[in-house]
C-alpha cells in the first residue's frame, strides 16, 4: 500500500487562489490519493485542499498596504513554518504570493523540504535582484510564461514552462452569445464590463475612479449597460461608492462571475493584475487602469524595467491595450479610452486576433504539465 503523497500550498489571494485549483486538479489525477493543506480558497477547498487559515489574510498589495499588516502576516507565516517543520509534507508549493512564499521556501528548502514555485515571480518586470533569493529558496520554478525558463538557467534554478492553467479552461472562441442570455442583454447592447480588482485595497484606491467613469461614460451614451463582477466578500465595500456615483445608472453586480462578464461584454475597463490576462484569453478589448498608496507607487516605479504593466501588453511586447496608471487614470481618460474601443469595430477585431494567438501559445494542459514537473522532483518522473 502506497503513502499518499502529502503536499502543503499557499495561495494568497483570489487570482492565486483560482490558479492552484486548476493545478490541484491536475495533482488530483496524478495522486488521487493526494493530502493538501496551507492556505488557500475555495476553489482550492473545491479540490480537497484544508485551509488552515483563509487565503484573504494574505491579499495585501503594495508597500504601505503590506506594512500595515505586517506583524499579523508575519505571525502567520511562522506558525505556518512551525507546523511544517513538525510534521514535513513531501512538497511544498508556492502560488504566487512571493514576498510570502519565498521566505518560508528559503526555510523548508534548508531543513530538506522540496519545493516549487508555481507563477515565476515579475522578475523581469522589476525588482530582478529577487533571482538570487529564489535560487535559494526554490527547487524547481513552474513558469506560465515561454520566455521564463531561460532567465532561470542563467542561475542554475531548475524552471518548467507549463503554459497559463486559464488558458486550457477557457474556450478559443469565447461564449458571447451565452454569456448575453444568462445577463439579459440583447445582442446589438453595447456592454462594458467594470472590474476595479479582487483586493480591498483595489477597491478603496481604483473603484471611486472607475465608478465616476461609468457615470461619465452614461451621461455621453446612455444606451450603454454596464456590468460589475465583485468578489462575494467586498460588495458591501463597494456599496457606498456605487451609491455616491452611480445611484441613477442601472449597473448589475455580479457576485463573482468576471469570466461571464468578460464574454458578454464588448470591452472591458479593468484593474491591471491576472484579471487582464484572462481579458485577453476571452478576446475582450480593455482599457488597464491602476491606482494604489503613492507611497507604495514611488517605490515601484523606481525598480520598474519596462514601460508595461499589463500582461497582455508584457506577451505582446507592445502597447496592444491602453493603460493608465495612478495620476493618468482619470475618468475623462478612461472614459475617452472605452469610447475609442467601442467606435472602431475593425481595431477590436484586429486586437481579438492577437489575442487568440496569445492564446494558443499559452494553452499547454498546464494542470498536467506542472504535475508531471512536481513528480520529477519528488523522484517519481
Partial sequence: MTTPVKAAMVAGETSGDLLAGLLLSGMREQWPDLQTFGIGGPKMAAQGFEAWWPHERLAVRGYVEVLRHYREILGIRRQLAKRLLDNPPDVFIGVDAPDFNLGLEATLKKAGIKTVHFVSPSIWAWRGERIHKISASVDHMLCLFPFEPALYAQVGVPATYVGHPLADVIPLQPPREAARQALGYQDNDQVVA??????????????????????????????????????????????????????????????????????????????????????????????????????????????????????????????????????????????????????????????????????HTLRCDTARSASAAIAKVLGQG
Fill in 194 to 359: 467594470v472590474l476595479p480588482g479582487s483586493r480591498a485595497s483595489e477597491i478603496d484606491y481604483i473603484a471611486p475612479t472607475f465608478l465616476q467613469t461609468v457615470a461619465m461614460l452614461h451621461r455621453q451614451r446612455p444606451s450603454l449597460r454596464f456590468v460589475l463582477p465583485v468578489v462575494p466578500g467586498l460588495r458591501a465595500r463597494l456599496a457606498p461608492m456605487l451609491a455616491a456615483y452611480c445611484s441613477h445608472i442601472d449597473i448589475q453586480v455580479l457576485d463573482g462571475q468576471s469570466h461571464t462578464a468578460l464574454a458578454a461584454c464588448d470591452v472591458t475597463l479593468i484593474a491591471s493584475g491576472t484579471a487582464t490576462l484572462e481579458a485577453a484569453l476571452f478576446k475582450c478589448p480593455m482599457v488597464i487602469a491602476y491606482r494604489m498608496n503613492p507611497v507604495s507607487w514611488f517605490i515601484m516605479k523606481r525598480k520598474g524595467y519596462q514601460p508595461w504593466v499589463g500582461l497582455p501588453n508584457i506577451l505582446a511586447r507592445e502597447f496592444l491595450v491602453p493603460e493608465r496608471i495612478q495620476e493618468k487614470a482619470t475618468p475623462a481618460q478612461l472614459a475617452r479610452d472605452v469610447l475609442d474601443w467601442l467606435d472602431q469595430p475593425a481595431r477590436r477585431d484586429n486586437v481579438a486576433q492577437r489575442f487568440l494567438d496569445m492564446h
